[in-house]
């Protein structure tokens, strides 16, 4: 069955940077579109960023400008490079792949912390 892993995470101070990689089993990376979703405690998951098979992003307002989605589909692997950090940015991220069927990765914390 396809299998996402996402990594990557961590602790990280307000303005820092982390890149963080997903990689992708048992599926054809790259017919998929590929996302990142986050959820904070005590929140609804929420859209990141989205990249189609035909490379087109898109990014919640939210992150437009400090986040970057990439996709390399020899590595069957998905990118979110994130910069300018804040601790609103604090979630559990999850990597997302959708074409007819949906599939999610078990998540990676990222925390924003002084």
């Known amino acids: 069955q396809v299998q996402l892993v996402e990594s990557g995470g961590g602790l990280v101070q307000p303005g820092g940077s982390l890149r963080l990689s997903c990689v992708a089993s048992?599926?054809?990376?790259?017919?998929?579109?590929m996302g990142w979703y986050r959820q904070a405690p005590g929140k609804q998951r929420e859209l990141v960023a989205t990249?189609?098979?035909?490379?087109?992003?898109d990014y919640a307002d939210s992150v437009k400008g400090r986040f970057t989605i990439s996709r390399d589909n020899a590595r069957n692997t998905v990118y979110l490079q994130m910069n300018g950090l804040k601790p609103e940015d604090t979630a559990v991220y999850y990597c997302?792949?959708?074409?007819?069927?949906?599939?999610w990765g078990q998540g990676t914390q990222v925390t924003v912390s002084s």
């Open positions: 997302n792949a959708v074409r007819i069927s949906e599939f």
């Open positions: 048992k599926m054809i990376f790259s017919i998929y579109s």
């Open positions: 990249i189609t098979s035909s490379y087109i992003t």
